[in-house]
């Protein structure tokens, strides 16, 4: 069983690529995110020094940054059903929000996440209203070497709320490594994407 005090860092040459390609997505520096060493040993929120906001500036971006390769989807399953196009909107109603009713915000909102977490070629008929209608948007990024959670901590996350459009928020974690102490967990209210190189669990 691993020392979760002191994790295994030892990357191959394609995992320090795939980190840095992830930052660097993120508008973040490598580099920088690598100096960063996050060690929680009580329950709570991510400390505040290691969390970073992004602006996101619309649907294309955002998938850039925490979206799912098409490829994995391409033998035809997974990901969210293809969402169907919103018809019978008030004309210009495509140049924002305000003609949008609520239940149809709740569908781009589910279609934003058709698009970033299913296949994305399957998923745009929204694409041009979920732009209007929910970007600008802000991005909680966390990006560390290491991520260490021990025994029994509970790590809280967040993201930014914006209220009638993005009332959880999105939050991203990129990681060399994740290790979790015997009963630690991570609580997200957020829409939360870990993306890490190596992980150890004392649960497994």
Do not use: C
Not at 49 to 74: E, M, R, Y
Not at 168 to 187: T, W
């Amino acid at each position: 069983m691993p020392d979760f005090s002191t994790p295994d860092l030892t990357l191959t040459a394609a995992e320090l690529q795939s980190f840095d390609t992830a930052v660097t997505n993120a508008g973040l520096q490598p580099s920088a995110s690598w100096d960063n060493i996050i060690n929680v040993t009580a329950s709570g929120p991510v400390p505040a020094s290691f969390v970073t906001t992004v602006q996101v500036a619309d649907l294309s971006q955002l998938n850039a940054i925490i979206g799912l390769p098409n490829a994995i989807f391409s033998s035809g399953g997974g990901g969210l059903p293809a969402p169907q196009a919103i018809s019978g909107l008030p004309k210009g109603a495509s140049a924002g929000a305000p003609a949008v009713t609520p239940a149809q915000m709740r569908y781009l909102k589910w279609s934003l996440d058709a698009h970033v977490f299913g296949d994305s070629t399957k998923a745009s008929p929204n694409a041009d209203l979920i732009n209007a209608s929910l970007f600008p948007m802000t991005l909680t990024v966390i990006a560390a070497q290491s991520l260490t959670l021990a025994p029994g901590v509970i790590l809280s996350v967040q993201g930014i709320s914006e209220a009638g459009v993005n009332p959880y928020g999105y939050v991203l974690f990129i990681l060399g490594s994740l290790s979790l102490g015997a009963g630690a967990q991570i609580s997200s209210t957020a829409n939360t994407v870990i993306n890490t190189q190596v992980a150890f669990s004392a649960n497994d």
